[in-house]
């Protein structure tokens, strides 16, 4: 029988943190964390089949989909900061044992939680979601110039090679074998969600922010060596963003984690959902 998904508001960190939940009350948690610039929609075909075996639990995060961070809340967008929120989100909503699978930005916001509180995770799954510097692919050079110069020509090339339009839609389709796989819901929403007032200079003070992300990569690595969880490591092989090499760094800290490169992008979901669906289930073993 299939689990209803439960859309929701909770009150943590000063912030309406909108999630989606699904599954047993009882069963084992997966905490799912979206990427830019999406949000808890993107896992919209995942959800279901994982709500079989684990609850699911689908934050979006301050500045992406539908939480809202009031004006007063004076929040300053960065990595530490979205950290700080999912981890009151998490101990608001009562959760003190669960997996957690990152995508994209989801990767250093969650590894944050976990290096905070390790004895909490009980396993990963990443999906295209970087910890190691080999994995950075050249469609960060132009960020690159940004982190080395936060000026304002740099922080407008930044705007434009990653914010308009057609930017997010390449992100989908780029390295997809059959685009006619990829619906247009996900960037259709993105690119509306982005165009909200305000929107573009929280994400340009993210962009700015992860060069912080890469002084961590040691903190995230240390913590896969030291807890040995079972890992899977799921990547869209053509993502510019994220190399194959910064998967199978994974297993450089941990042996035993299950590295598997798929024929599509860098929103493998879009194309693949369903077997990283059986995938999780499998390495997981929910």
């Known amino acids: 029988m299939s689990q209803p ?3 929701r508001f909770v009150n943590a960190d000063g912030v309406r943190v ?9 069963a084992p948690v997966i905490l799912l964390l979206h990427g ?4 808890s929609y993107q896992f919209r075909e995942l959800i279901p089949p994982l709500a079989q075996h684990f609850r699911v639990i689908a934050p979006d995060l301050p500045g992406f989909g539908f939480t809202e961070v009031p004006a007063e809340r004076q929040y300053v967008y ?3 900061a979205l950290a700080a929120t999912l981890g009151a989100f ?3 909503i009562g959760l003190t044992r669960y997996a957690l699978y990152f995508f994209d930005y989801g990767a250093p916001t969650g590894l944050r939680l976990a290096v905070a509180h390790p004895e909490r995770v009980t396993g990963l799954v990443s999906q295209n979601g970087n910890a190691y510097l080999e994995g950075l692919g050249d469609g960060w050079a132009p960020i690159r110039d940004y982190w080395a110069d936060p000026s304002p020509q740099h ?6 090679a990653v914010l308009s339009e057609a930017s997010i839609r390449w992100q989908y389709e780029h390295g997809v074998a059959d685009a006619s796989l990829v619906a247009p819901d996900g960037w259709t ?3 509306a969600l982005m165009a ?4 573009r200079d929280i994400q340009l003070d993210l962009f700015y922010d992860y060069r912080t992300n890469l002084e961590r990569y040691p903190d995230f690595q240390a913590f896969f060596r030291q807890r040995r969880l079972p890992t899977l490591v799921i990547w869209g092989k053509n993502d510019p963003f994220f190399l194959p090499p910064g998967a199978q760094a994974y297993r450089r800290d941990n042996a035993d984690a299950v590295v598997e490169m798929l024929d599509t992008g860098h929103f493998a979901l879009a194309t693949h959902a369903q077997h990283i669906g059986r995938r999780i289930i499998e390495v997981l073993g929910a």
């Open 196 to 199: 909200r007032p305000g929107n």
């Open 18 to 26: 909108f999630y989606r939940e699904a599954g047993r009350a009882d």
């Open 78 to 80: 960065t990595f530490d």
């Open 90 to 92: 998490v101990d608001v």
């Open 189 to 191: 929403q993105d690119i």
């Open 5 to 7: 998904v439960h859309h």
């Open 36 to 39: 830019f610039p999406t949000a």
């Open 155 to 160: 922080r407008a090339v930044v705007a434009d």
